[in-house]
Structure formats: structure tokens, C-alpha cells
């Protein structure tokens, strides 16, 4: 009888955090979610754009360069991601790090038939430091609070299921 107990209870444990982390190799929980004050960054047309002004959504910020491989890989499932109608409340801001032209940004997104994104800029390099980025791509994970819950280091499938159904419970 105990040995039923232990594996019921391991099942349980497993199966929780399980459902609390999908099995992305390059996803980090952030257990106390972060606060930031004046996450702040640029659209095309130099308007300055305010984390705080989107409270209530869910928010992703995606750090990328024209010159990143593996930006260039994920952008497509990322912008797949922003039109995927199980989300209500979910705002993704590619910002782009490589300090590059606008036009060269907007080929790169032409090239890649990305039309549900638009981009935006980190400067002058401000977010970088703030939110100690060790490369790219990666990608920020914000709650309805504002707080940073979770991050992704490189490169991931923003189109994995497994991915889109735990990212679900944060919408």
C-alpha cells in the first residue's frame, strides 16, 4: 500500500509540473516574477513606445538582428504566434538589436513573410542592459502585471503546441 501511495504521489508531482513547464529546452521560469521600471524602446517612426502601457496583456518581447540565424529561423513561427486567434491578449514586440537601417529591418521581414509583426528598436541599446541579455535571439515573457515571468535564451518554435497551450494559461 505504500508503494502505491509513492507512485501516485509521483505521478501527481510529475504530472503538475509538468503542466506548469512545457519541455522547452531553452525556457527559464522566473519563480518571483520581475518588476522593471521604464522598459521603454522605439517604433520605426522613432515613437517611443512603454511596457506599462500595455498592462492588462500579455506581453513578448523578442530581441533579433537582421544578421541572426536563428532570428531568422523562429521569426516566422513568432509571427505565426501573434495571429494565432486562441489569444486574446497577447502583444509581441520584435526589437531588434543589431542596430540596422529601417529598410533593411523591413526587408528582412518582407523575405520572411512575416505580416502579423511589426518592428521596433532598442535604442540606443538600453534593454540590452537592463534585462542583462547574454545574445540572441531571446525572447522576454511578460504577464498582465507587467513582470517578467519567463524568458527564452535562443532559438525556440514559437508554433509548438506544447509551447502555445502552457503559454495559454498566461492570456
Given at each position: ?31 518571483n516574477p520581475e ?88 535604442a540606443p ?47
Amino acid at each position: 500500500m505504500k508503494l502505491l501511495i509513492i507512485f501516485i504521489y509521483l505521478i501527481i508531482t510529475n504530472f503538475s509540473y509538468a503542466s506548469e513547464k512545457p519541455n522547452i529546452r531553452n525556457l527559464i521560469l522566473i519563480k518571483n516574477p520581475e518588476t522593471y521600471d521604464d522598459v521603454t524602446f522605439r517604433d520605426t517612426n522613432q515613437k517611443n513606445i512603454n511596457l506599462d502601457d500595455f498592462r492588462g496583456k500579455l506581453v513578448l518581447f523578442n530581441f533579433w538582428a537582421t544578421w541572426c540565424v536563428p532570428c531568422k529561423d523562429e521569426m516566422p513561427s513568432l509571427d505565426n504566434l501573434q495571429s494565432n486567434s486562441d489569444f486574446k491578449d497577447l502583444k509581441i514586440f520584435p526589437i531588434n538589436m543589431g542596430k540596422e537601417n529601417v529598410s533593411k529591418m523591413e526587408l528582412f521581414f518582407k523575405e520572411l513573410n512575416v505580416r502579423n509583426l511589426d518592428i521596433f528598436i532598442d535604442a540606443p541599446a538600453t534593454l540590452a542592459k537592463k534585462f542583462s541579455l547574454r545574445g540572441i535571439p531571446t525572447t522576454i515573457l511578460f504577464n498582465k502585471e507587467g513582470k517578467e515571468f519567463a524568458r527564452i535564451v535562443g532559438s525556440t518554435d514559437f508554433d509548438n503546441e506544447e509551447f502555445i497551450d502552457w503559454l495559454k494559461n498566461y492570456d
